[in-house]
């Protein structure tokens, strides 16, 4: 985990991978997005999309998953170290959310953020703001999904 | 259902409300984002936010399946009279995305869209562009989410 003072524009995190299976589509979808497409094999044949394929907001969820993974395997790793962690977030919301392209049955997507921006706070003495821009890439190494996001990071201690 | 000529700029929806529980916000948070102060009582006390709260996806989720629900009810009142029913959707994204305030365990949201822009489509014959802001609203008139979507609404058949 770094703190605000060491984080480059430039910086990126390999966030890992996430394969949607039909089950997994279908039980993300009954619960929050109950369309056609995203629930039943025979009429996402019928639709538009051609096959079943994953709500856009469980295409986001995963990414949050990823996201809380990466950044809870770095704050150990700084433990383990001895190392002072951080505090990060949390996130005041989201722009330029973008579905590209269809996430269908069997498809893996990786997941990578980079920082693309950052600034101290003026709000918040201690902590300076990092935008990231997130995206999702599938095997076939299509963009599905990007978006920006802004997030606090604590500054080193007794630094002005 | 309205086709995209019966649609007003100021048209809004009353999607219903959603109401989060404890287990609701911690099965949600454990699949999707298992961060402390969603999926753990004693710790989120400890935390910024102070109690048990809903991870942000899950209250854009909610809205999602609320806005599913009602297009469908409206679509079967339009079937039910013998109306057309217009083509709607996909959704291209989501922009603006803002996570207001915590959404603490029996929290009722209200949820609810209105229609900010109209235009029509030039990339897609046939389909004019809403802009739709939308908002989650709590128990105590706060607002919690808001963001702005865009997507396809069919036009009338026979128009120029």
Redesign the interface.
Known sequence: MKFFEEVRVGDSYELGRYTFGAEDIKNFAR?????LFHVDEDAAAQS?FGALCA???HT???W??LW??YQRHRTEASQARGEPVPGY???????????LKPVYVGDTIAYRSEVIESRVSESRPGFGLLTIRSTGVNQNGEMVISFLSTTFVERRPGKP
């Open positions: 619960r929050f997005d109950p369309q538009h709500s856009g907001w986001a969820a995963a949050m998953r809380v993974n977030g949390p996130a005041l919301g989201f722009r330029e959310l973008k579905w």
